[in-house]
């Protein structure tokens, strides 16, 4: 049996459409947040800055008295820290020195940082002539409001969020539950690494390939080791894992061969939502919705198609779980260095490689093309989409390319 292919793009949309965002929440320290997506909206209860500060080293003036004022010569009164407490009153023609962060009382509303300035003797400094009010002083709530919403609900808590989490005193966070994952590879010709294999078989890479791509934060990830091509065995681990795994993973029982029985078993047992793709490398992979709602991913067992349509497709996948308006992975356009005839109705990935001419940056593929060269995903940086209308590629064509980072 042949399936209809489905594009990227609409196999992106079934995925976001028949995924359940019911996850518990639970908390963490703010210690232990990294990676982990919020489950409620944080609001500061504080301003940062508390109060005016400044935004340099150098002499803080209230303007208003300076104002018809043509003496530039100004008496230093004091000094302000940053940390310290100014309630002094200040005249006429005073400043006080301050430093960068420096706390201001409302009065003095100007800095003049310390290159615009003439010191006179240890006691005097003569002002520039030309002065903006306000100038160089960071406002009370200039960076967050008190009652502002500033990290929303099922955000990524990334160092830069963490940061801003400590700056507000917010050391307990509520968050979505980690998403435990089984991971399973299906085929007689599979082997563990560290066993002695017989010419027939290989060694399962996916696995740990999958695993590895699941060590972060918001992830429990489980070797669930390696089914063999059996249909009941098969289908009563499927039964097993659905009941103890909020997602089910598996490379290999993806296309339609007579022993390929996964597909089959989801239709029995849940929904196939898709079971083909209209791309290169990973035709056969497949989604499907078992009967308590718990998704599973099936990817082809050709390691460079998995990993191609985990990256794609599996981050997307987790971060609909957590309820994100989960977009398609972000690129950027570069140069080919390539020429290239491509077969029309499809879209490709090649694996590519960016180098750097003459000042200018392009993207070279991988020399051969095969599912299985797993070694061209060690060469390249990234991912060369070739849309489905394209067939030629020339060089200097621009071509999105999407560099394995942003799969992270």
């Known amino acids: 049996m042949i399936y209809n292919m489905i594009t990227t793009e609409k196999a992106f949309n079934l995925i976001k459409k028949n995924i359940n965002k019911n996850l518990k929440i639970s908390k963490v320290t703010l210690k232990n947040s990294l990676g982990r997506f919020l489950a409620e909206d944080i609001k500061s209860n504080i301003n940062i800055p508390p109060q005016n500060n400044s935004a340099v080293d150098g002499f803080a003036i209230n303007y208003s008295q300076k104002k018809n004022n043509s003496n530039l010569n100004y008496k230093i009164i004091s000094e302000i820290n940053a940390g310290d407490v100014f309630k002094k009153k200040i005249e006429k023609n005073q400043c006080v020195k301050v ?8 009065y003095l509303d100007t800095v003049i940082m310390l290159e615009d300035i003439k010191y006179i003797n240890n006691n005097f400094i003569e002002l520039p002539k030309i002065l903006s009010t306000k100038k160089n002083v960071r406002k009370k709530g200039e960076d967050i409001k008190k009652g502002k919403i500033i990290i929303a609900k099922k955000s990524i808590l990334r160092s830069q969020e963490i940061g801003l989490l400590a700056s507000i005193n917010k050391l307990e966070i509520k968050v979505f539950k980690k998403i435990k994952v089984a991971i ?6 599979l082997v563990n690494p560290g066993i002695n294999k017989k010419n027939n078989q290989i060694y399962d890479s996916n696995r740990f390939m999958l695993m590895s791509l699941l060590k972060i934060p918001c992830i429990n990830v489980t070797d669930c080791g390696i089914l063999k091509d059996d249909y009941d065995k098969i289908k009563e681990k499927i039964l097993k894992l659905k009941n103890k795994y909020d997602l089910i993973v598996m490379s290999g029982g993806a296309s339609v061969g007579h022993k390929d029985y996964v597909v ?3 239709k029995k047992i849940g929904k196939l939502v898709f079971s083909s793709l209209a791309i290169k ?5 497949s989604f499907g919705i078992l009967d308590n709602e718990v998704p599973i991913l099936i990817l082809p067992g050709n390691p460079v198609a998995s990993f191609v349509t985990f990256n794609l497709f599996g981050n997307f996948l987790i971060n609909c779980m957590h309820g994100l308006i989960s977009k ?3 690129f950027f356009l570069v140069k080919s260095n ?3 005839i491509k077969k029309l ?3 490709e990935f090649l694996r590519g490689k ?8 392009f993207v070279i593929k991988y020399s051969t093309e095969g599912a299985g060269i797993l070694s061209s995903v060690v060469w390249s940086d990234g991912l060369i989409k070739l849309n489905s209308d394209v067939n030629k590629i020339k060089i200097n064509d621009y071509l999105q390319f999407y560099p394995y980072d942003i799969f992270k």
């Open 99 to 106: 430093s960068t962060g420096s706390h201001l009382p409302y």
């Open 184 to 189: 399973i590879s299906n085929g007689n010709e």
């Open 264 to 266: 089959k078993i989801i």
């Open 281 to 285: 490398p990973g035709r056969p992979m």
């Open 328 to 330: 398609q992975p972000n």
């Open 338 to 340: 390539f020429n290239m």
């Open 345 to 347: 109705g499809r879209e």
């Open 354 to 361: 960016l180098i750097r001419k003459n000042n200018e940056l």
